[in-house]
T-cell receptor
């Protein structure tokens, strides 16, 4: 069964500093991996996803993530934090069903990012 | 572009009442998923439908049921509501699997008092 572990429930960075949000996954099959962002009282917005191909994935708002199979990791980074990046970030793995339909998403516990001026 | 539409956005119910949440997927998406996100929690998968048939079931209580209709919209029916059912309920839709990405709706915030 798939699972996701996000290290650090709360990360605080200064504006302009590097953002690094950690995600490790467990999966018995090649995973589909996702990062979602959730602003207060809002829905989940897809930042980026890895399915196949290039292991460095670029997403919206300047975020990117690298799939490292050997480390079972999919850490999210952004070179320079902006105040508007303050939100909660969820890493997710897809519980793919090879039988024809599609799997559901299994989420990590989330990491709340604070950005200090 | 059309997104996943959920209604209502907010719902307040009393204990033991029933509630129905609706989800309208993106046109041509063939799969609908329901998730429950409690306060300060990560989203938990409840149930999914593929081509109007239930395809997977997660941690959905027996008091809850769901279905997908011929027009692909889905409804989550919740009976005998409990205080612990207060949460944000998300619907997501996808086409031919997660490779194409899930799209989430804005959610329905259910408050049980």
């Amino acid at each position: 069964a798939q699972s996701v572990t996000q290290l650090g429930s709360h990360v605080s960075v200064s504006e302009g500093a590097l953002v690094l949000l950690r995600c490790n996954y467990s999966s018995s099959v090649p995973p589909y991996l996702f990062w979602y962002v959730q602003y207060p009282n809002q829905g989940l917005q897809l930042l980026l996803k890895y399915t196949t191909g290039a292991t460095l994935v670029k997403g919206i708002n300047g975020f990117e993530a690298e799939f490292k199979k050997s480390e079972t990791s999919f850490h999210l980074t952004k070179p320079s934090a902006h105040m508007s990046d303050a939100a909660e970030y969820f890493c997710a793995v897809s519980d793919r069903n090879y039988g024809g339909s599609q799997g559901n998403l299994i989420f990590g516990k989330g990491t709340k990012l604070s950005v200090k001026p | 572009a059309a997104g996943v539409i959920q209604s209502p956005r907010h719902l307040i119910k009393e204990k033991r009442e029933t509630a129905t949440l609706k989800c309208y997927p993106i046109p041509r998406h063939d799969t609908v998923y329901w998730y429950q996100q409690g306060p300060g929690q990560d989203p938990q998968f409840l149930i999914s439908f593929y081509e109007k048939m239930q395809s997977d079931k997660g941690s959905i209580p027996d008091r809850f049921s769901a279905q997908q209709f011929s027009d692909y919209h889905s409804e989550l029916n919740m009976s005998s509501l409990e205080l612990g059912d207060s949460a944000l309920y998300f619907c997501a839709s996808s086409f031919k699997g997660p490779n194409y990405g899930y799209t989430f709706g804005s959610g329905t915030r259910l408050t049980v008092v």
